[in-house]
């Protein structure tokens, strides 16, 4: 129970959502997270209008994973390089 008491809540709106995010990150890092998820979905809606919430938040999910790994790989491929 001491461990829930040190977590931190911080409360951010997602397109057009409000959802309370208990954890560790200080709230500057959850705002910044949240903003970039809300840009991208914002984003991906531009194109696709017709798109219902959750197969726009399904898109976006798609689409930051995609980049996610990518970064990875290019890290990991520079770091192998450099070793």
């Known amino acids: 129970m001491a461990d ?3 977590k931190k ?3 951010v709106t997602i397109y057009g959502q409000q959802y309370t995010i ?3 990150e200080q709230p500057s890092h959850i705002n910044q997270v949240a903003n970039y ?3 991208r ?3 991906y809606k531009a194109y696709n209008p017709y798109l219902d ?3 726009l938040a399904v898109l976006t ?3 930051v994973v995609d980049d996610y790994i990518k970064l990875k790989e290019e890290v990991n491929k520079d770091r192998d390089s450099e070793g």
């Open 4 to 6: 829930d008491q040190s």
């Open 9 to 11: 809540r911080t409360t």
């Open 22 to 24: 208990v954890g560790d």
């Open 37 to 39: 998820l809300d840009k």
């Open 41 to 43: 979905m914002k984003e």
């Open 53 to 55: 919430t959750t197969r």
């Open 61 to 63: 999910a798609l689409n």
